[in-house]
């Protein structure tokens, strides 16, 4: 079942690329549904009471080099697989009809499903590293060749550079890690062997600067300013929504699991911890800075997932257990904005947030919408990122006070940026002329509502925010469900 997860976008996306333009979105749609589909049979069956990886699939590949297809699903991936189908499903269903090279646009969405699905399955440590590069080829496409406005050239080839100097730092960690960690390329072994401390120190460097790029994590974001910017929004629902969750979950899954000594040693003035810290208040206070609504859900992106570094770096049950929480509900928020701000800049022509105001008189359903979102994204109590960041700073003033007082900043300005953002476009300020009419003020709103389509896509992500929000022991009760131990927390 897990082969099949990876399998069936992979081998969907390639019939794709074989039929008709016409019928690229709907079997496109048809695919990733069953993807979906197939994720929550897994999430169904699995067993929050046992240890170890379910589902396992083991064959020896490369049998004198302890080389294995070997994938399992434990609680920290679980629901990760889940989201990763959920979004590229959204994806797909957000593309236009009249994007140009739909064919090749869908089919380079379901590979890049189909390679971050492994990531997160991969029991090998060098199957990961193969899923893990696999990811970046379609991501690089659709940025490219898709990319919006005039630096999409500078974009992607920034995009790649960045991510490739990380690749080549990990290939070097993976064969650092089978050369001093007992000649294997198991997890769960690796797990149960670490190295020397002083290796150990070495490969954590290698293998944290190739995840940190990924997340990504202060000061290694460059490539985020400038790929957001060029992305289409179909692809910023899967690149926000789930790539830099596996930056993330590797964190969690090697880097804390496979070489802990380095992490002991920083303890509670840890270089990680602090780096968090600072990508929580740099994207807080860019957001504030923007007038360009896409750009500041980028940095309050960058804001939120310095969130889920710091809780994984917490060191502690509550620390890891609410980053796990935040991956997902981060992948929920974020694409989530990204959609309204395209949608709103369809009708009104513009991203400028300080040219747009009192659109609700003429979108209703979408400012309603909206507002649910904004209060998600800035922590409201009852949507489901409150428990999630509440769980990473209760981790994190366990490791150190000062780093979850100063994490709290985040949580400060979030508010300022979102309330700004939807109060100054949905609504008219009282010493203001209401919107004038449609073609007569300084922008034009080309329709009205949203569209079924654009409901349908939306009202479940909204719907899941309430669900976890309300329960989000939904997520929780699985992940003491661990393969291997994590950093040494017993997670019951």
């Not at 790029?213 to 300013?225: A, E, S």
């Amino acid at each position: 079942m897990l082969t099949s997860i990876w399998l069936v976008p992979a081998v969907g996306a390639l019939v794709i690329g074989l039929l008709p333009r016409r019928a690229s979105r709907p079997l496109g749609v048809l695919v990733s549904a069953a993807g979906l589909v197939l994720s929550l049979l897994v999430a169904v069956q699995f067993d929050g009471g046992r240890h170890g990886y379910q589902f396992e699939e083991y064959v020896p590949w490369v049998g004198q080099y302890g080389i294995a297809y070997h994938l399992g699903v434990d609680g920290i991936s679980l629901w990760l697989v889940v989201l990763n189908a959920l979004l590229t499903l959204v994806a797909i269903l957000a593309a236009s009809e009249q994007m140009r090279r739909l064919r090749t646009f869908v089919t380079m969405l379901l590979l890049m499903e189909a390679a971050m699905a492994g990531v997160f399955l991969a029991a090998d440590l060098l199957l990961f590293y193969i899923f893990w590069e696999f990811q970046l080829i379609p991501a690089y496409f659709l940025l490219w060749q898709w990319g919006e406005g005039p630096d999409t050239n500078r974009a992607a080839l920034k995009f790649v550079l960045y991510t490739l100097v990380g690749s080549l730092l990990a290939l070097v960690a993976v064969i650092g890690e089978y050369v001093y960690a007992g000649g294997t390329f198991d997890l769960a072994r690796l797990a149960q062997h670490p190295p020397a401390q002083g290796i150990q120190f070495g490969l954590f460097l290698l293998f944290g600067l190739a995840f940190a790029i990924k997340v990504p994590l202060f000061p290694f974001h460059g490539w985020l300013p400038d790929a957001y910017r060029a992305a289409p929004v179909p692809l910023l629902v899967t690149f926000a929504g789930v790539m830099g969750k596996t930056g993330a979950y590797a964190m969690l899954r090697i880097l804390v699991s496979l070489l802990p000594h380095p992490v002991l040693w920083w303890d509670w003035n840890g270089v990680v911890p602090i780096l968090a810290v600072l990508g929580i208040a740099w994207g807080a206070l860019m957001a504030l800075n923007q007038r360009d609504m896409k750009m500041l859900v980028a940095y309050s992106s960058l804001s939120h997932m310095g969130f889920i570094v710091l809780g994984i770096f917490a060191f502690n049950q509550q620390g890891q257990q609410g980053a796990v929480l935040q991956m997902v509900n981060h992948g929920l928020i974020v694409p989530a904005l990204f959609l309204l701000v395209a949608w709103i800049a369809s009708r009104a022509g513009t991203r400028d947030r300080e040219v747009l105001k009192d659109l609700a008189a003429r979108m209703p359903v979408l400012a309603g919408l909206f507002l649910v979102v904004t209060l998600a994204a800035l922590g409201l109590p009852g949507l489901n990122s409150f428990v999630g960041e509440f769980m990473t700073l209760l981790g994190a003033w366990q490791l150190s006070p000062w780093l979850a007082v100063t994490g709290c900043l985040g949580l400060l300005l979030a508010p300022i940026y979102m309330l700004r953002l939807f109060q100054g476009v949905m609504y008219a300020s009282r010493d203001e002329d209401p919107w004038p009419p449609a073609g007569h003020g300084p922008v034009a709103v080309a329709r009205t509502d949203l569209a079924r389509v654009e409901a349908a896509i939306l009202v479940p992500l909204v719907a899941l925010m309430f669900v976890l929000g309300i329960y989000p022991n939904l997520i929780a009760q699985v992940m003491p469900a661990l393969a291997y131990p994590i950093s040494g927390v017993p997670w019951r």
